[in-house]
Nanobody, 122 residues
Framework: QEQLVESGGGLVQPGGSLRLSCLVS?????????TGWFRQAPGKEREGVAC????????YYGDFVKGRFTISRDTAKNAFYLQMNSLKPEDTAVYYC??????????????WGQGTQVTVSS
């Protein structure tokens, strides 16, 4: 069973940037996994932020992203990332990384990280 550890969260001012990282252990290669980022703000349901399908190389983003975030991966390091730019106060949430071994984003996710807090405030 793979294990996921996020890092990179923190406090940032509106308009600022953060890069979240998710290190995956217990796998041979991320090539066999879809990798995604989700977030949950207080009092709200968890929502999908971004996802990469290793099956077809496509990326997907939540409508609210509007070109501000980029998901990427480094298979040599078994890690994937979420670069977040032009952050807004409404982006404040706990961000989670997740993987599934069915290689496509639309499938359910099997493994989750512990979450990292992102707070956007002046």
């Amino acid at each position: 069973q793979e294990q996921l550890v996020e890092s990179g969260g923190g406090l940032v001012q509106p308009g600022g940037s953060l890069r979240l990282s998710c290190l995956v252990s217990g796998v041979t290669t991320l090539d066999q996994f879809a990798t995604g980022w989700f977030r949950q703000a207080p009092g709200k349901e968890r929502e999908g932020v971004a996802c990469f399908s290793s099956g077809d190389g496509k990326t997907y983003y939540g409508d609210f992203v509007k070109g501000r975030f980029t998901i990427s991966r480094d298979t040599a390091k078994n890690a994937f990332y979420l670069q977040m730019n032009s952050l807004k106060p409404e982006d404040t949430a706990v961000y989670y990384c997740a993987t599934n071994d069915r290689r496509y984003c639309e499938h359910g996710y099997d493994s989750w990280g512990q979450g990292t807090q992102v707070t956007v405030s002046s």
